[in-house]
């Protein structure tokens, strides 16, 4: 349908974006990423057609190349809160770039500070650094935030414990700026599971984009495209893993 469509109104990005959905749907990521180029050929700054993009590189793990993508559409719209979490996953699970990594997080907090992704992103850049207390005090705050979220109180009794047991052993544990742990990297594959697509249901002319965090509130739409309702478990799954068998390891392995 969408072949015949774009052979009648061939300067219609949105008829190459639908084709791309359809594409990554299917998991053939080779013609995805050609029509969603064709797109964002046709329509400079295509919101929808870049993050796709961007995340259909993510999931083939080539999430180096997803970065240019990223930032062209936060060139663009740089208040589309679900490339900064992309962007930030990225940069702090791949480049090792925790300050970038904080700069994003930090970014979708000064916009909505509700925003508890976010902000239990930004939690864990601070473990990432060895700022326990500062850590401690942010996993406080998210609770604060989402005092249903059990992942969250889990990940804060950890980090609680972790502290108690560096006190009573007389360690002292610094901040590091832009530490890293090789755990992040062998947690990968998790993060790539846990990015489903969603079911289409678009026609020419409409404009979607899958599915990348839950706990925010949907983000507007443009005459571009329209924005599906939230739900990155990817990026938030790697990260609460990540941080779940991080602080579980240094617990019998104190820094």
Sequence with gaps: RFLTYVEEEPKDANGYFNLGMLAMDAGENEPAEHWMRKAIHLQAGFRS???NLALLYSQSRRELDALPVLDELLRYHPEHIKGLILKGDILMNHKKDTHGAKACFQRILSMDPTNVQGKHNLCVVYFEERDLPRAERCLEETLAMAPHEEY???HLNIVRSKRAAITASGQVVLPVEGAASSAM????????KGQ????LGAKP????EKNVRKSSPGEGSDSRGQDQSTDLEGSR???????FLY????SFHPL
């Design 205 to 208: 002319g409409d404009g979607k």
């Design 247 to 250: 602080l579980w390891v240094i």
């Design 196 to 199: 489903q697509p969603v079911s």
């Design 152 to 154: 969250v109180r889990r």
């Design 237 to 243: 799954r790697f990260l609460y893993i990540y941080l």
């Design 49 to 51: 057609a870049l993050f």
């Design 185 to 192: 990297e062998g947690e990968r594959k998790e993060r790539q």
